[in-house]
């Protein structure tokens, strides 16, 4: 959990007699440390807290008089964040107890505060060099699938590994990435999940064909226990395959028992027809867009295990299509499945949920049933009422063909990647081995190197292994390797930069998240790529590829938080939409292709304040009050749309930032304040005292959101703080937990959305503040800039990073910092090439 969503969760039952140790002082600005220095800490500590906690008495097992304030250790560093949360919370020194002056308490906190990050951010340093990194998941899944030129749809060798740790918003900071016993023993068993893929296709496997017409099996309440409902020649979905408990949503193929016999390409023909578009029923009551077409998508299921008609854990879309009214048509698709799955068919933008709609339907809407069926009446009478005679919206699907695999052959794909052109023989394995390794490495592989994956061979032959099985072991040697598990970063120490092989790695790593091309691998062995011209055309080739679309997804998750979608997922019974309409991967669509706009057309980095516009398909369009925009035939299409509404377009109008921001419930402006803070003017916000009781704005029915937040500005301790975070955050309440304009709160209180900077300078809402922010364009660029810098290094910035920030943007800021320029200036520049 983020820090600041302690806020959220603080209790006064938590208060504890010195506060937790990582607490810090809300405070900012109020003296510098010179003006209070260590003998003046000191003088301070002798006379008011000495008596308490001094030679004589240590209450609470506490003494503040040994403190080495100059110089202070790990120890002492927890007993002055116990001062800071003390004099903070104004608990200390006691009422009885003689008190300092405001003045000279809130200098005392801010000095105390200062040392105490100063000593963190040593303990952090990594001197400006990014620490030997290992793999994250992220990128170990998307190096396999290169590497082995392997399909990962139904495959993730890393779905047990542990998660990584964030470190500065980002999952791929080389010191949080500790490798650990536990995390080797995975490895371990995804190297062998990984070598078991790619060999277990031994020989061709002939091109079948699979027919299934009639017999459709779903689900236990469609099944034959009840088998007078229901027309088995048809298979029919109902529901979304997000609905809370969904039935109709997938649509199996039961008597494909054992899946698809190898990995490969299938072409998949569906008989189907939409049905009942023209219902009778409200929509609203559905929980349907009716005048959308209806889309019918393959997902893929795992035969193993024994529910099919519910969610598996990876069941990624395959294809999809509109699918005709009333009238069945053929539709073909082409789709990747593995060994022992089976194609399963859904209803993106089928009803909300059908389990609640049979009785009520029936109650509801009787006259619209035949006359010998409105008396009905328990579950399985209505739902047999309903389905056969109630008009429900559903895809009707006759027939299923499945032809494959198409263009199968020995080696496959993946195999050729290990094997190259030729076929295994034992004479080339060395041959095969040190190509092989050199690509996983990234570098080239050493003799040595080699030398040690052929006594693996030979040990493993030894062992009664076959030449064809010693071999792939060796394969999954060099998948253990730390050279494959890390980034060496290869430095030639004569100019203390990274080699050119080390430059490739981390430029693909940066852009595409994965090992280097074939391209930047030669430029790295002709070393060009320590030329800046060079990198630079290599940035626009990287860039201008689709696979750059992963540091778009990457950055954003780190950057914007986009990551903390999901974590908290709003609640259902107050935002069906959100699940209907499957609005999480629309919001971080909207958003990916906001910056992806901007990339390609090199545009201000100041568009994500000023711009009047964004990319949304119907759903968002809908959330954003303006359904129109996009017309239901192209409902599921992404178009550019321009708002009338100043509190759209941009950043702050976006979707996944309002959801990210909020806790699924409600929302807090001291959370979208801090983010706001800390995202949008790249200034850090310390973390509240533990004591701070939770803000509840949305249910308490006296008193509104401005009033329940007025002690932390009237405590002038808490306002250094609060003055900052408070009126950015209430900007933005005039969006709900999922991005929808209210103007009222639940309980029916005006929502205040005005507020003034420590500036002086007042807005009255959102649309007023983007204007003053915009006006503060530079300290948004330099946010960004720096992240995207410790994004692209895999460390932490550190205080003499700061020039080349600074040069990075003063050279655009003519320009008003384009951000293609901008991620040109940080590759180019001397701290990318450094270690």
């Known amino acids: 959990m983020h820090w600041f969503q302690r806020l959220v969760a603080a209790s006064p039952c938590l208060r504890r007699p010195l506060g937790c140790v990582i607490a810090l002082a809300c405070i900012v600005g109020v003296r510098s440390p010179q003006d209070c220095p260590a003998d003046d800490l000191a003088a301070f500590v002798a ?36 001062i800071v949360d003390q004099l903070t919370l104004g608990d200390m020194p006691p009422q009885d107890a003689d008190q300092p002056a405001e003045k000279v308490r809130l200098a005392t906190t801010e000095s105390l505060r200062q040392s105490i990050a100063r000593v963190q951010q040593a303990s952090q340093s990594t001197n400006r060099q990014t620490v030997l990194r290992r793999l994250n998941r992220d990128e170990y899944r998307r190096t396999i699938a290169d590497l082995f030129d392997m399909e990962m749809a139904m495959f993730d060798p890393t779905l047990s590994f542990p998660a990584d740790t964030v470190g500065g918003s980002f999952d791929n900071v080389g010191d949080e990435l500790v490798t650990s016993a536990y995390l080797l023993e995975h490895y371990l068993d995804a190297a062998d999940q990984v070598v078991e893929k790619v060999f277990r296709q031994s020989r061709d496997v002939p091109e079948q064909t699979w027919n299934f017409r009639g017999h459709f099996l779903q689900q236990p309440e469609l099944n034959p226990a009840h088998k007078e409902a229901f027309d088995y020649r048809y298979l029919c979905l109902y529901d979304s395959p997000l609905a809370d408990r969904p039935e109709g949503a997938y649509g199996p193929l039961l008597d494909f028992e054992q899946g698809v016999p190898v990995d490969g390409t299938y072409e998949i023909r569906v008989l189907a027809e939409a049905k009942n578009r023209d219902t009778p029923y409200p929509a609203d009551q559905l929980g349907i867009e009716l005048d959308e077409p209806f889309r019918l998508a393959i997902v893929p299921g795992d035969v193993a295990l024994k529910e099919q008609h519910t969610m598996q854990p990876m069941q990624p879309v395959l294809a999809q299509s509109k699918v005709p009214d009333d009238q069945p048509t053929w539709l073909t698709f082409r789709v990747p499945l593995d060994q022992g799955f089976a194609p399963r068919f859904t209803f993106p933008n089928g009803m909300a949920e059908v389990r609640p709609l049979y009785v009520r339907l029936v109650r509801k809407y009787p006259e619209l049933l035949p006359k010998n069926k409105r008396k009905s009446s328990g579950i399985f009478v209505d739902r047999k009422t309903i389905i056969r005679d109630g008009f429900l919206p559903h895809i009707r699907i006759h027939q299923v063909q499945i032809r494959g695999p198409i263009n199968a052959g020995t080696p496959t794909r993946s195999q050729q990647a290990v094997l190259g052109e030729q076929p295994f023989a034992p004479e080339r394995t060395r041959e095969i081995l040190s190509a092989f390794a050199s690509k996983a490495y990234r570098r080239p592989a050493s003799p040595a190197e080699v030398d040690r994956l052929m006594s693996v061979v030979a040990v493993r032959k030894k062992q009664g292994r076959s030449d064809f099985e010693a071999f792939q072991d060796a394969i999954r040697a060099i998948l253990c390797s730390p050279a494959f598990l890390y980034m060496d970063p290869d430095v030639d120490d004569s100019a203390d930069h990274l080699s050119d092989y080390a430059i490739a790695t981390r430029l693909s790593y940066f852009l595409w998240g994965t090992m280097p091309d074939a391209s930047l691998r030669r430029y790295a062995a002709q070393g060009q790529l320590s030329d800046r011209a060079v990198r630079a055309e290599q940035v626009d080739r990287l860039l201008n590829d689709s696979r750059s679309d992963v540091l778009i997804r990457r950055f954003l998750d780190g950057w914007l938080r986009l990551s903390d979608l999901g974590s908290q997922p709003p609640d259902r019974n107050s935002f069906k939409a959100y699940y209907k309409d499957s609005l999480e ?61 100043p509190l759209r377009g941009g950043l702050l109008g976006q979707a996944a930032v309002l959801t990210a921001t909020a806790n699924g419930i409600e929302t807090s402006p001291v959370i979208r304040g801090v983010w706001m803070l800390e995202t949008v003017l790249g200034q850090s916000a310390p973390p509240p005292p533990d004591d701070v009781p939770a803000i509840d704005p949305d249910v308490r029915g006296a008193k509104s959101i401005v009033d329940l937040l007025e002690k932390h500005r009237s405590d ?22 999922i991005g929808r304009r209210r103007d009222r709160y639940s309980n029916k209180i005006t929502i205040e959305t005005g507020g003034k900077l420590p500036s002086g300078e007042s807005f009255e809402d959102l649309g007023g503040l983007k204007t003053l922010l915009a006006q503060r364009r530079s300290f948004f660029a330099r946010s960004f800039v720096e992240s995207m810098m410790t994004f692209a290094l895999g460390r932490r910035l550190e205080p003499q990073d700061r020039p080349t920030v600074d040069a990075i943007c003063d050279s655009v800021a003519d320009e008003d910092y384009p951000v293609r320029q901008l991620i040109h200036r940080l590759v180019e520049s001397p701290a990318f090439v450094s270690r």
């Open 585 to 645: 991967d629309d919001m971080r669509r909207e958003s990916e292709l906001f910056l992806r706009h901007l990339i390609d057309n090199d545009l201000p980095v100041t568009e994500f304040l000023t711009a009047d516009y964004s990319f949304i398909n119907r759903d968002l369009a809908r959330l954003y009050g303006i359904a129109d925009a996009i017309p239901g035939d192209q409902a599921d299409q992404f178009r550019q749309v321009h708002f009338d509404d």
């Open 716 to 737: 002038q301790a808490c306002n250094q703080c609060h003055r900052k975070i408070d009126p950015l955050g209430f900007a933005l309440e005039s969006f709900d937990p």
């Open 47 to 82: 006379t008011y807290c000495a008596d308490c906690h001094g030679p004589d008495t240590q209450e609470a097992q506490r003494r503040f008089d040994q403190i080495n304030y100059r110089q202070p250790s790990t120890d002492d560093v927890i007993l002055m964040t116990e």
